[in-house]
C-alpha cells in the first residue's frame, strides 16, 4: 500500500485534520460538524434505546391450595371439571376462528 502516506501517531492524524479544516470554507466546516454531531446522537440513541424495554415483563401466577386430605374422587371430579372448561373454552375459539373464516370467505 504505497499510496497512502505513513501514519506514525493519533496527535499526527488530529494536526493534518486540523490543517485540512483550516484551509476549508465556513460552509465546509459547518457540514463537518454537523455530520459529526449527528453520527454521535445516533450511536447515543442506540446505546440509550439498548437499555429501554429489555426486561421481560412482570408474570403473575395463580396458585390453587387445596386441604392434605383430599380424596381421589375429588381430585378426579376437579380435573374432569377442568378439563371441561377447556374444551368449552377450545369450542368457543374455534368457532370464533370460523366466524372469521367466513367473513373473509375462507371454506
Known sequence: MGFFPPMHSPRAALRDLGSVMR?????SLIAAGLSIL???????VFFLDAKVNTAPPVTVTYVDSW??????????????KDQAAREER??????????IANSFGIE
Open 23 to 27: 484551509r476549508r470554507s465556513r460552509e
Open 38 to 44: 449527528f453520527t454521535v446522537v445516533i450511536i447515543v
Open 90 to 99: 377450545a369450542a368457543k375459539r374455534q368457532e370464533q376462528f370460523k366466524e
Open 67 to 80: 386441604s392434605e386430605n383430599r380424596t381421589d374422587a375429588e381430585i378426579k371430579a376437579d380435573q374432569a
